[in-house]
């Protein structure tokens, strides 16, 4: 059965780093677009940042540009979000998601697998 399974949340003060790890298991991981999702309370989920098969290519919205970096490990079924130089408004449950796809932009829609979810909170 496939499984996404994120690690490193926390709490953070705000212009601190943190680096999210999301394992993934029972797929042909580099088949993948790997991508993380995140979703403040009362918001809807929001896209923050994808990556190809081949880690060749990545993709960030523009909140993120600059501060964070998306990557992947392929013999070890991981993809990685290294979060830099982050605010309070960061500040929310951060998902991996997978899709089979050739690469493009994400439609939620169309992901075929979710994490469980991690918690990441930035104080002020």
């Known amino acids: 059965q496939v499984q996404l399974v994120e690690s490193g949340g926390g709490l953070v003060q705000a212009g601190g780093s943190l680096r999210l790890s999301c394992a993934a298991s029972?797929?042909?991981?580099?088949?993948?677009?790997m991508g993380w999702f995140r979703q403040a309370p009362g918001k809807e989920r929001e896209f923050v940042a994808q990556i190809s098969g081949t880690g060749s290519r990545q993709d960030y919205a523009d909140s993120v540009k600059g501060r964070f970096i998306i990557s992947r490990g392929n013999a070890k079924n991981t993809v990685y979000l290294q979060m830099n130089s982050l605010k309070p408004e960061d500040t929310a449950v951060y998902y991996c998601?997978?899709?089979?796809?050739?690469?493009?932009?994400?439609?939620?829609?169309?992901?075929?697998?979710w994490g469980q979810g991690t918690q990441v909170t930035v104080s002020s």
């Open positions: 029972g797929l042909t991981f580099s088949s993948y677009t």
């Open positions: 998601a997978a899709r089979f796809a050739y690469y493009r932009p994400w439609i939620q829609s169309r992901t075929d697998y």
